[in-house]
Nanobody, 122 residues
Framework: QVQLVESGGGLVQAGGSLRLSCAAS????????VGWFRQAPGKEREFAAI???????YYADSVKGRFTISRDNVKNTVYLQMNSLKPEDTAVYYCAATRSPYYYTPNGYNYWGQGTQVTVSS
């Protein structure tokens, strides 16, 4: 069982930065891949980034070069550093954990946090 809690969201101007944190409970956290998804009003939840248990990372094209995912397995925490934010990045951001290879779809994840709101003003 893994429990996830996101933090770090807020209101920021376009071009600014935020760092989201995803704190996990569970002694097997390091064996899970952890992904970040986001959901804007009226839109489906979409994949943003993933950190696999071995340390590799992958990003959606929409955030590549601006967002960086990292993890600290000692602290059981995954981070999402978001730079050069745009108004279209406004969404609720969720972290999720999985051992499935289907990282790109929400259905591939077993555990979810409650989400944190990110609002980027123009």
């Amino acid at each position: 069982q893994v429990q996830l809690v996101e933090s770090g969201g807020g209101l920021v101007q376009a071009g600014g930065s935020l760092r989201l944190s995803c704190a996990a409970s569970g002694r097997t956290f390091s064996s899970f891949a952890v992904g970040w998804f986001r959901q804007a009003p009226g839109k489906e939840r979409e994949f943003a980034a993933i950190s696999w248990s071995g340390g590799n990372t992958y990003y959606a094209d929409s955030v590549k070069g601006r967002f960086t995912i990292s993890r600290d397995n000692v602290k059981n925490t995954v981070y999402l550093q978001m730079n050069s934010l745009k108004p279209e990045d406004t969404a609720v951001y969720y972290c999720a954990a999985t051992r499935s290879p289907y990282y790109y779809t929400p259905n591939g994840y077993n555990y979810w946090g409650q989400g944190t709101q990110v609002t980027v003003s123009s």
